[in-house]
T-cell receptor, first 112, second 109 residues
Framework: NAGVTQTPKFQVLKTGQSMTLQCAQD?????MYWYRQDPGMGLRLIYY???????DKGEVPNGYNVSRLNKREFSLRLESAAPSQTSVYFC???????????FGNGTRLTVT | EDQVTQSPEALRLQEGESSSLNCSYT??????LFWYRQDPGKGPEFLFT???AGEEKEKERLKATLTKKESFLHITAPKPEDSATYLC??????????FGAGTTVTVRA
């Protein structure tokens, strides 16, 4: 049982480049989330999808877009990367909005 | 605005030396409080959910308790494998989830 799988694990981008972070879960969960984790700060919600076909902004959505491709997959796109987006990105899922979250192992992104 | 503050930021323990981690919170109606464990290079892993003041949950050497303003994670007789960062998160009645910055625990043999 793989749980939540994120790709890639590491990525280095130059300012202005674009990329998509991929996330897939095999637990048949309805809700999926994208967080970023920075040193000394709590996990901050970027976007979430309460169910297939819906997406909503979280606390820090600027500079990001998301797509809920189907029930399993939820991708995060950086259209024009900036150094402030250097962070560790985590995808998470849960059966419903008040459930504990299952996290992937993260994508470590550096923007130079 | 919901706030979650964890203390201390870092905790160094000798194997067998029990201690407690604190999670103080302000929230507009508590739906639930979650504890997670995060190992280096990994995503957070769920430990406990607490819903109301006075509730306690236990798992091996860990025990979580909840009051109206804070939660404690007690580590009894820790082992080196308990070394990790422990995250606290609170969910308000409108389902908003707020995470603390975590406490990094190092247990020396």
């Amino acid at each position: 049982n793989a749980g939540v799988t994120q790709t890639p694990k590491f990525q280095v981008l130059k300012t202005g480049q674009s990329m998509t972070l991929q996330c897939a879960q095999d637990m048949n969960h309805n809700s999926m989330y994208w967080y970023r984790q920075d040193p000394g700060m709590g996990l901050r919600l970027i976007y979430y999808s309460a169910s297939e076909g819906t997406t909503d902004k979280g606390e820090v959505p600027n500079g990001y877009n998301v797509s809920r491709l189907n029930k399993r997959e939820f991708s995060l796109r950086l259209e024009s990367a900036a150094p402030s987006q250097t962070s560790v990105y985590f995808c998470a899922s849960g059966p419903r909005g008040d459930s504990p979250l299952h996290f992937g192992n993260g994508t470590r992104l550096t923007v130079t | 605005e919901d706030q979650v503050t964890q203390s201390p930021e870092a905790l160094r323990l000798q194997e067998g030396e029990s201690s407690s981690l604190n999670c103080s919170y302000t929230v507009s109606g508590l739906r639930g409080l979650f504890w997670y464990r995060q190992d280096p290079g990994k995503g957070p892993e769920f430990l406990f959910t607490l819903y109301s003041a006075g509730e306690e949950k236990e798992k091996e050497r860990l025990k979580a308790t909840l009051t109206k303003k804070e939660s404690f994670l007690h580590i009894t007789a820790p082992k080196p494998e308990d070394s990790a960062t422990y995250l606290c998160a609170v969910q308000s009645n409108d389902y908003k989830l707020s995470f603390g910055a975590g406490t990094t625990v190092t247990v020396r043999a």
